[in-house]
T-cell receptor, first 110, second 113 residues
Framework: GQQVMQIPQYQHVQEGEDFTTYCNSS?????IQWYKQRPGGHPVFLIQ?????EVKKQKRLTFQFGEAKKNSSLHITATQTTDVGTYFC??????????FGSGTRLQVQP | DGGITQSPKYLFRKEGQNVTLSCEQN?????MYWYRQDPGQGLRLIYY???????QKGDIAEGYSVSREKKESFPLTVTSAQKNPTAFYLC????????????FGDGTRLSIL
């Protein structure tokens, strides 16, 4: 079945440093979504990418969808303590439901 | 205010007991989902429903059952056949189609007594 993997599993950065998480799928995806889950909270939708090679920005966050539509990345510039949480990618490939990656937990040291 | 309500927030199950987790949404979404979250393992899909009176198994459906008799409601029953039920359970909903953003409830944390 479809598998979506994320690396790293955990990252600890100093406030102001950049952060990147990578998402890789075993199959070609029709779309990729990104979610953020704060500690003790529930996942919240951030963005969706659909086109091959697509790049979208939300303030300090930059999202990319690979040319082959099998990988994606989320890059945060100049992290802040409010960025703390777990970031999940999720994609669809054929079936009518998302497959979530295992997530990357980000810790930001003030 | 529109959203998804899960109850209870915490639930304890005795050995051999079935328990039902509630999920209600007033977003007028056609699709609803149940996920299980274990530490470090992300979200795993248990069941999903694209329309009333229809639902499909996800990746880890064994030991669970669902119903979708109303558009607003998608309860999940954790049966005694689920031998390791301790986890955080999340319900979500979306407009019809797998490419739609999902909106999540606050979750139910289930533990074994």
């Amino acid at each position: 079945g479809q598998q979506v993997m994320q690396i790293p599993q955990y990252q600890h950065v100093q406030e102001g440093e950049d952060f990147t998480t990578y998402c890789n799928s075993s199959t070609t995806l029709s779309n990729i979504q990104w979610y953020k889950q704060r500690p003790g909270g529930h996942p919240v939708f951030l963005i969706q990418l659909v086109k091959s090679g697509e790049v979208k920005k939300q303030k300090r966050l930059t999202f990319q969808f690979g040319e082959a539509k099998k990988n994606s990345s989320l890059h945060i510039t100049a992290t802040q303590t409010t960025d703390v949480g777990t970031y999940f990618c999720a994609g669809t490939a054929g079936r009518r439901a998302l497959t979530f990656g295992s997530g990357t937990r980000l810790q930001v040291q003030p | 205010d529109g959203g998804i309500t899960q109850s209870p927030k915490y639930l304890f199950r005795k050995e051999g007991q079935n328990v039902t987790l509630s999920c209600e949404q007033n977003l007028n979404h056609d699709a609803m989902y149940w996920y299980r979250q274990d530490p470090g393992q992300g979200l795993r899909l248990i069941y999903y429903s694209q329309i009333v009176n229809d639902f499909q198994k996800g990746d880890i459906a064994e030991g669970y059952s669902v119903s979708r008799e109303k558009k607003e409601s998608f309860p999940l029953t954790v049966t005694s056949a689920q031998k390791n039920p301790t986890a955080f359970y999340l319900c979500a909903s979306s407009q019809s189609g797998a490419n739609q953003p999902q909106h999540f409830g606050d979750g139910t944390r289930l533990s074994i007594l």
